[in-house]
């Protein structure tokens, strides 16, 4: 297998930006496949409570799963700046520093997780005929968080050096795997819902396996030597800000998803089932925007690296424009297919189910728009290596969703929760843009 690395640094903007976030669109549906799959094969063979289980625990699970990509995907942005300078001395001492905080960062998850997971299942007012289930099934996942933040950390090192293709070879295999244990474990075994945990982290683990057997055969100039484990303050410093700014402004939109969970798990399990079925479709339609603001992320760090400020300038506005024709076409294809998809992800035919999941896209889908211009903005500014102002907008969206659930959602029901996000992504890009524009301003000034 050759290299598979992509110039982001030097050729048309747009082609690299697209051939780069290419297969980190596809590793990003695979890598949604593995909870959707739980999701679609519960349903299905353990019934409706144990759906609800799953999405009463979603929440929590994008917390984590948010978080460990965050981490691997921050401390990726100070690996390639220095690839970007060509600085490989201190390229090989920040992936020491990586191994060394993510190991700590995954022991400190898991003893929060042993300690705390059922206290918040029962704080978010999960229904006590499937709190149990639920407990099951994050537990699994939250336990195991080492092996996820393993593959995001080695996905998140060959993605800093332009390869993002590798990485999905390694993804499409585990994920295939994934769904195959789901169905054994499931109807063979009869393992009930926690086994589906198990699988994804069976799953992943293959995945980060593999991927560091590749980083070894291909590229192994990002392999640290003994002689790189050295405590460098800065560069920790630099690498635990970068990787907790991104992990922390993942997990506070989370939180606000948990604040707006403990809303949802009001209206019963038919509505958590619609809710559940309605966000993994949306996962998979905004994914293009995820996946182009997390390539824009690559380029503008290597190429602020490279002191390339006006190739910076023109990657964002060709991606902004990406992004809003992408926001139109999902916006159209969900209006469409809502129903059908809702009764896919969701293996029901209950009216109340797809109705409720059907009208969240059809609404929500309204403000694409506005949320891929939000990432753009928000990534570039990771990638210039500014970990505060991304922050704010992420406590602007928990903010947001704590007045939602407090004030709007008690008055409007379900519609209240299908609004919450879609209105807080205005502020949150207002805030973004003004940011963005004045950093920008300052690096032709410097």
């Known amino acids: 297998m050759k290299n598979a690395s992509v110039d982001l640094l030097r050729g048309p903007i747009l082609r690299s930006l697209l051939i780069f976030a290419l297969p980190i669109l596809i590793s990003n549906i695979f890598q949604q496949l593995y909870n959707t799959a739980d999701v679609m094969i519960v349903g299905r063979f353990l019934g409706p409570d144990a759906l609800a289980a799953v999405g009463a625990s979603s929440a929590i699970f994008d917390l984590v799963i ?6 691997g995907n921050g401390m990726g942005v100070v690996i390639a700046r220095y690839y970007g300078a060509q600085d490989y001395r201190k390229l ?5 520093a990586t191994v060394v905080i993510g190991l700590g960062l995954s022991a ?12 918040l299942l029962r704080f978010l007012g999960t229904p006590t005929s499937i709190i149990g289930q639920s407990y099951q099934y994050i537990s699994m996942i939250v336990s195991c968080v080492g092996v996820t933040l393993g593959y995001n950390l080695c996905a998140g090192l060959l993605r800093a050096v332009g390869d993002s293709l590798t990485a999905l070879y390694f993804l499409i295999f585990s994920a295939l795997v994934n769904i195959i244990l789901d169905l054994f474990f499931i109807t063979r075994l009869h393992l009930g819902v926690q086994s589906a945990g198990l699988a994804t982290i069976i799953s992943q683990g293959l995945s980060a396996i593999l991927c560091l057997y590749y980083i070894k055969k291909k590229v192994s100039f990002l392999l640290p030597h003994k002689s790189d484990f050295v405590l460098d303050s800065s560069l920790y410093l630099d690498l635990f800000g970068q990787g907790m700014a991104m992990g922390l402004m993942n997990s506070i ?20 089932s619609a ?8 996962s998979f339609a905004v994914l293009p925007l995820t996946s182009l603001a997390a390539g824009v992320t690559t380029f503008t760090s290597q190429n602020f690296g490279a002191q390339q400020f006006k190739r910076i300038v023109a990657g964002l506005k060709q991606s902004c424009l990406v992004s809003i024709i992408w926001s139109i076409i999902a916006c159209v294809l969900l209006y469409v297919t809502s129903s059908f998809l809702a009764g896919l992800i969701s293996g029901s035919d209950n009216a109340m189910i797809i109705d409720n999941a059907s009208r969240y896209l059809r609404i929500s889908s ?20 500014k970990k ?10 928990l903010f947001g969703k704590i007045l939602f659930v407090v004030f709007v959602i008690p008055y409007m029901g379900y519609l209240g929760v299908i609004l919450c996000e879609p209105l807080i992504w205005i502020p949150m890009t207002i805030q973004l843009y003004f940011s963005l524009r004045k950093h920008i301003r300052r690096l032709f000034v410097s």
């Open 66 to 71: 948010g978080f460990a990509l965050g981490v």
């Open 388 to 397: 505060l102002t991304p922050l704010t907008s992420s406590f602007i969206e």
């Open 92 to 96: 090989r001492q920040s992936v020491a």
């Open 366 to 385: 309204l403000f694409y728009p506005i949320l891929g211009i939000l990432l753009i903005f928000r990534n570039s500014l990771q990638g210039l290596g």
């Open 253 to 272: 939109v989370s939180i606000g998803t948990v604040t707006l969970q403990y809303a949802i798990n009001g209206f019963g399990p038919l509505i958590i």
């Open 275 to 282: 809710q559940v079925s309605a966000r993994r479709i949306m």
């Open 108 to 119: 400190l998850v898991m003893i929060l997780g042993h300690f705390g997971l059922y206290p």
